[in-house]
T-cell receptor, first 112, second 109 residues
Framework: DSGVTQTPKHLITATGQRVTLRCSPRSGDLSVYWYQQSLDQGLQFLIQYYNGEERAKGNILERFSAQQFPDLHSELNLSSLELGDSALYFC???????????FGSGTRLTVV | GQQVMQIPQYQHVQEGEDFTTYCNSSTTLSNIQWYKQRPGGHPVFLIQLVKSGEVKKQKRLTFQFGEAKKNSSLHITATQTTDVGTYFCAGPVGNDMRFGAGTRLTVKP
């Protein structure tokens, strides 16, 4: 257990639908990062939050949005889903004084 | 924008053979990190290199950071089946880390 919790582990949904992925960072970590990993691909940075505020944006589609709540958990919202959105979505957290990322186990999203 | 390139994309070796993956950045990096993702798992932090020319070892794994701090390598001596997985390098870009595409290592017993 890395300390970063992601739910759900698996999600199957139809095209056009909307889903919400949830992440709880390690205790004390203020930063949350979201990454997308398509089949046999690398990690594509989506978005970062720090203590409730958006800090950086990567290749995140307009159909996707995220937020970090006062208790520091984060949610990634994916809407108008397409087949190509099927992927593993990882959340990672990092401590303020640290440099390495701690990843959660990921949410495997399948759009059918 | 800054990119972190990693080669090769795939590497298949016989157990006992050595393995190396290379990481190159278009710009100088303040540090570089390496992660391992086992099949079906999530990336796990291995090590961070900070100094120019730095070399660090973890058992059979040797990590190097280039003198210009724009490239790095991970070398595994005498691979074992437990080494299978995808190895990612990552370099800082602003507030986040940008990951290379990864090298997927398979080991034939």
């Amino acid at each position: 257990d890395s300390g970063v919790t992601q739910t759900p582990k698996h999600l199957i949904t139809a095209t056009g639908q909307r889903v919400t992925l949830r992440c709880s960072p390690r205790s004390g970590d203020l930063s949350v990062y979201w990454y997308q990993q398509s089949l046999d691909q690398g990690l594509q940075f989506l978005i970062q939050y720090y203590n409730g505020e958006e800090r950086a944006k990567g290749n995140i589609l307009e159909r996707f949005s995220a937020q970090q709540f006062p208790d520091l958990h984060s949610e990634l919202n994916l809407s108008s889903l397409e087949l190509g959105d099927s992927a593993l979505y990882f959340c990672a957290s990092r401590s303020s004084g640290g440099s390495s990322y701690t990843f959660g186990s990921g949410t495997r999203l399948t759009v059918v | 924008g800054q990119q972190v390139m990693q080669i090769p994309q795939y590497q298949h070796v016989q157990e006992g053979e050595d393995f190396t993956t290379y990481c190159n950045s278009s710009t100088t990096l303040s540090n570089i990190q390496w992660y391992k993702q086992r099949p079906g798992g999530h990336p796990v932090f291995l090590i961070q290199l900070v100094k120019s020319g730095e070399v660090k070892k973890q058992k059979r794994l040797t990590f190097q950071f280039g003198e210009a701090k724009k490239n790095s390598s991970l070398h595994i001596t005498a691979t074992q089946t437990t080494d299978v997985g995808t190895y990612f390098c990552a370099g800082p870009v602003g507030n986040d880390m940008r990951f290379g595409a990864g090298t997927r290592l398979t080991v034939k017993p």
